[in-house]
Nanobody
C-alpha cells in the first residue's frame, strides 16, 4: 500500500495558478502510476491527469493546455501545475496511486485525503 499526502490547495482568483504536490510513501515509488482526480460538491469524482514511471502522461480534455503533471522520483513526489484556473476547477483534488496508466478510478488502489482548490470569479 502507498500512502499519499497532498498539499498546495487554496483560494485563487480566476486566471490564476496553483501548484499541487503529492508525496508518496510506504512502498517503492517508481513502478507506480500517480494520478490526480477531483471532486466538486454534488458531482462525481473526475479524472484530471496521470503519469507513469516512464514519464508517459495522459490528461483529461478539460485541462489540456492548462494543467501540467510531473513527478520527481527521487523525492517520491508528483506535482500538478494548474494555470488559467476558472471557477469550474473548484473541487477537492485527490492524488491516487495505481499500476496501470488510465482514467478509471478503479485502476487506482491508494488515495490521498485531498486538498481543496477554490477559484473565485
Amino acid at each position: 500500500q502507498v500512502q499519499l499526502v497532498e498539499s498546495g490547495g487554496g483560494l485563487v482568483q480566476a486566471g490564476g495558478s496553483l501548484r499541487l504536490s503529492c508525496v508518496a510513501s510506504g512502498r517503492t515509488f517508481s513502478p507506480y502510476v500517480l494520478g490526480w482526480f477531483r471532486q466538486a460538491p454534488g458531482k462525481e469524482r473526475q479524472f484530471v491527469a496521470a503519469i507513469n514511471w516512464g514519464g508517459q502522461i495522459i490528461y483529461a480534455d478539460h485541462v489540456k493546455g492548462r494543467f501540467t503533471v510531473s513527478r520527481d522520483s527521487a523525492k517520491n513526489t508528483v506535482f500538478l501545475q494548474m494555470n488559467n484556473l476558472s471557477p469550474e476547477d473548484t473541487a477537492v483534488y485527490h492524488c491516487a496511486a495505481g499500476t496501470v496508466l488510465g482514467i478509471r478510478q478503479q485502476t487506482y488502489n491508494s488515495w490521498g485525503q485531498g486538498t481543496q482548490v477554490t477559484v473565485s470569479s
